[in-house]
């Protein structure tokens, strides 16, 4: 009897503890079994106005919205990056032999991580020809470096994580007066399933 008694509680916490495991592997599948949407206006707008909306006062908040015309079309989820890239920018060409200012970038792209920012470099092969594209991101690079490569040479396109282009941008390092593109990554996620609008410090 003492035997049966034993074994009984043991079953009961093998149990327990695989009913957990079920329950942690069925919030992911429901994240992961979110399709991805592209991207609209509205979703920008709305994530401005959570950010400054308790800081700023309703005419402030009326200057920060973006006129539809502002905005291309995002990524319908049939393009690869770089067929996107020549459907929204067909006179990319034109755009890249003008362009000779140093300190800046014609195209910016923002995504969450330096890993993703590699991966977007290499998948953009068939659009960006024989430009320049520079990385702007903290992993393995300094800030200082980078500031150095902008002001001697003449780069395209920048790639890089939102956290190391404000730091640029605020230190004088890079200049937004020339960029004519501003790519957000914004469906991509992380090992976390966080897309980049759902990392707070973004």
Same mark, same amino acid.
Not at 105 to 110: A, K, S, T, W
């Given at each position: 009897p003492t035997e049966c008694f034993l074994s009984q509680p043991e079953e009961k916490q093998e149990s327990a503890v695989k009913a957990k495991r079920r329950k942690k592997r069925k919030i992911s599948d429901v994240l992961q079994k979110s399709a991805p949407k592209p991207g609209v206006p509205a979703d920008l707008q709305n994530l401005l106005t959570q950010h400054f909306g308790e800081n700023r006062s309703v005419i402030e908040i009326e200057e920060l919205k973006l006129s539809d015309s502002c905005f291309? #079309?995002? !990524?319908?989820?049939?393009?690869?990056? /770089?067929?996107?890239?020549?459907?929204?920018? #067909?006179?990319?060409? =034109?755009? +890249? +032999?003008?362009?000779?200012? =140093? @300190? /800046?970038?014609?195209?910016?792209?923002?995504?969450?991580?330096?890993? +993703?920012?590699?991966?977007?470099?290499? /998948?953009?092969?068939? &659009?960006?020809?024989?430009?320049?594209?520079?990385?702007?991101?903290? =992993?393995?690079?300094?800030?200082?470096?980078?500031? !150095?490569?902008?002001? @001697?040479?003449? &780069?395209?396109i920048g790639v890089g994580t939102p956290g190391r282009v404000k730091a640029l941008v605020e230190q004088d390092g890079l200049c937004l007066n020339s960029t004519k593109y501003m790519i957000l990554d914004w469906n991509w996620r992380d090992q976390k399933l966080r897309r980049m609008m759902d990392i707070p410090e973004v």
């Open positions: 291309l #079309p995002a !990524n319908d989820l049939s393009h690869s990056f /770089s067929s996107y890239l020549k459907e929204i920018c #067909p006179k990319w060409a =034109k755009l +890249r +032999r003008n362009h000779k200012e =140093k @300190k /800046s970038v014609v195209m910016l792209v923002l995504c969450s991580s330096a890993l +993703r920012s590699l991966e977007l470099i290499k /998948s953009m092969t068939a &659009f960006k020809g024989d430009c320049k594209v520079l990385k702007l991101f903290a =992993k393995h690079i300094k800030i200082k470096e980078q500031m !150095n490569m902008l002001e @001697k040479g003449v &780069f395209h």
